[in-house]
């Protein structure tokens, strides 16, 4: 993905040589693209992907304890039951900690799992610890409002990428009636393109495609668990 951004600011700017060919514009705009794609947005995407990743993880290691503990009976052989099921950088970090306190090492978690289900997960596991009872029925609504979150994530970054779809077809046809009033009646473009509102018309129209890009990226970025 990130190679296919940095790709974006120099075909943008070919793009607009083409239709501008105006240095001037072509340098300011090329770097404007330049610093969205190469700098702020996979920044920016790498956060949103990061935050999808540990709340996937968050989800798998809740149900994968709760069912090692529904076995084990303990938090302690439940935890050393679940490692090896576990992704290797979070197994890492956990045995970093050096400790073989189960409750230490769960405390610790919610630093990597900054969200309410894995708090609301700590209380009934506290719970179990103290006052016993079935571990699956303590957790059936939580696991059940995980799952719910999980397929409405799902719907959500579907409609997301039907969007970008429509972004993208909308864009590319009026490239597309760039391109062919460029070549296809290029004595008159040539013309038209000495006229400076026009070069403004050019800068605004890749400005705006620009603004397009962001506000897509804003509300994707907003596509979010309520875990």
């Known amino acids: 993905m990130s190679k296919i951004l940095y790709i974006v600011p120099a075909l943008a700017a070919v793009f607009i040589w083409f239709c501008a060919e ?10 404007l693209y330049a610093f969205y794609f190469a700098y702020w947005l996979p920044r920016r995407l790498r956060r949103f992907y990061r935050r999808e990743r540990d709340f996937r993880q968050c989800y798998q290691f809740i149900n994968g304890f709760v069912i090692a503990m529904s076995v084990k009976k303990t938090p302690n052989a439940a935890l050393e039951s679940l490692m090896g099921q576990l992704p290797d950088e979070l197994r890492s970090e956990i045995n970093n900690l050096n400790t073989i306190d189960t409750t230490a090492v769960l405390d610790h978690l919610k630093i990597r799992f900054p969200f309410p289900s894995y708090e609301m997960f700590l209380t009934i596991i506290d719970l179990y610890v103290n006052q016993g009872g079935s ?7 939580l696991l059940t409002t995980l799952r719910e979150q999980e397929n409405g994530y799902r719907h959500k970054m579907l409609i997301a990428r039907r969007k970008l779809t429509n972004y993208v077809i909308l864009w590319l046809m009026t490239a597309i009636v760039l391109l062919v009033a460029r070549f296809g009646v290029s004595d008159l473009y040539k013309t038209m393109a ?3 509102l026009f070069l403004a018309g050019i800068g605004s129209y890749f400005a705006f495609a620009l603004y397009a890009v962001h506000a897509w990226v804003t509300r994707f970025a907003k596509v979010t668990y309520d875990g």
């Open 22 to 31: 105006n240095i001037y514009i072509t340098v300011s705009l090329g770097l």
């Open 194 to 196: 000495q006229n400076p």
């Open 135 to 141: 571990i699956l029925e303590m957790t059936k609504l």
